[in-house]
């Protein structure tokens, strides 16, 4: 009773661990976008020198997501989190010791890292902790820490007097949740390392490759990204341009889209883990959520309001699940589950940087309505697959 009482705590200490990783790593990146005077005065930045920064996170999640699946199949996951979580806190210092916008740019890519090795690896972490049945809600539980980031950013960072202030908090946070992980975490506490076997890298990326439910998964995360990007790229100036709603109240439609996106990722998947069929609620889910993402730009407040809240809601849930099929791949297991995440998260924020400039834009003649019918139709492809891919998994199970 003592050692299950024991074993208990372990699993919610590490899953508080990698919660508040999920929320450092977004967290320290929606600072600078909550008050970005500051951070143009403090560096000297242009516009295209902010954009870059504010997208640094994302480099090491489009070049290293596979390369850290392999590692953790090969090494385990305590020593890759733990260098995930080093090298972003070495970012959140970085980020004290300078006003250069080159130095900066540098510490923000250190800080998403960490990030990069849970994300691509959410599936296999998950699957050491707790049974099949509870994934997708413990997964939709720790995406709602990277989804409330942003409010918590926007809601607290404007408090702090200056930026130094801001940014000792997140080196603060961030060193302690690295010290916390390798002191309190061991190998043994995740179930699918027990063995202490490793993969051989070639063989776990060749069956991840091959895998065709990882294709399918990493190319329906793709569309749904695209399109959600689309969404959040020109919500506020579609509203501000097209429907001339002021900025201020242009972001309340996007404050009541985040928090359907929070309740979502932890609903979502609770319910389709009690749906009989699994295969038809993502995808009648997924056809709602491209429904209301053509109802934004049709309906008036009121209806805006609540096409954002479902919006939100559904696509957040969907990604929830989604993140966390690969250990259930027959062909893939949680043997090769972190290669196979690195396959899917790298297909997923292709979606998120090319889709929306280089295909939606162009494509669309510079129309923003027809912006958000083109975002409609990706995540209602994405739908699609989504089915395919659950009906696939069903069916053999």
């Known amino acids: ?71 953790v199949d090969r090494f385990g996951i305590k020593p890759m ?43 296999k972490i998950a699957a050491s902790l707790y049974p ?16 409330s980031s942003m409010a918590v950013a926007y809601a607290t960072t ?34 699918t390392e027990q063995t202490g076997e490793s993969v051989p890298v070639k063989e776990a ?26 969404i959040s790229n020109f919500q506020v100036a579609y509203l501000t341009t097209i429907k001339g709603y002021t900025e201020s109240m242009a972001g309340t439609f996007g404050t009541v889209l985040m928090i359907g996106s929070i309740i979502g990722s932890v609903m979502i998947p609770t319910w389709s883990a009690r749906s009989k069929n699994p295969g038809v609620f993502l995808g009648i889910i997924g056809l709602a959520a491209a429904a209301a993402t053509a109802l934004m730009v049709m309906l008036p407040a009121a209806g805006i309001y609540a096409a954002s809240f479902l919006n939100g809601c559904l696509r957040s849930g969907i990604i929830s699940v989604m993140m966390s099929l690969p250990v259930m791949f027959p062909e893939i297991g949680p043997k090769y589950a972190g290669t196979a995440g690195g396959v899917a998260v790298t297909l997923e924020l292709i979606g998120a940087v090319v889709i929306p400039t280089y295909i939606v834009i162009p494509l669309t003649g510079g129309d923003m ?29």
């Open 81 to 123: 989190v733990l260098l995930g979580y080093a090298a972003t806190a070495v970012g959140f210092i970085l980020r004290l010791s300078t006003d250069g916008c080159n130095v900066m740019f540098i510490a923000m890519v250190l800080t998403g890292v960490g990030c990069t090795v849970l994300n691509g690896n959410l599936s």
């Open 158 to 191: 404007a408090l702090f007097p200056d930026l130094e202030s801001a940014f000792m908090i997140t080196a603060v946070a961030g060193t302690a949740v690295t010290v916390a992980w390798m002191l309190f975490t061991h190998k043994e506490d995740f179930n």
């Open 1 to 71: 009773m003592i050692d299950m009482e024991k074993k208990k705590n372990t699993v919610l200490l590490i899953t508080a661990l990698i919660f508040i990783g999920m929320f450092l790593g977004n967290y320290g990146q929606y600072q600078l976008a909550a008050v970005p005077s500051m951070v143009y005065e403090k560096f000297g930045l242009t516009d295209t020198q902010f954009s870059s920064i504010m997208t640094a996170p994302m480099i090491p999640a489009i070049f290293l997501s596979i390369i850290m699946g392999l590692l």
């Open 132 to 147: 099949m049945e509870k994934l997708g809600k413990v997964i939709g539980i720790l995406m709602a820490g990277s989804t």
């Open 205 to 230: 990326l060749a069956n991840s490759l091959k895998s065709k439910n990882v294709w399918l998964m990493g190319l329906s995360l793709m569309l749904l990204l695209g399109g959600a990007t689309v």
């Open 369 to 397: 309505t027809a912006y958000f019918y083109a975002a409609a139709l990706l995540i209602a492809a994405s739908s699609v697959l989504a089915y395919i891919l659950t009906h696939n998994i069903r069916s053999r199970s």
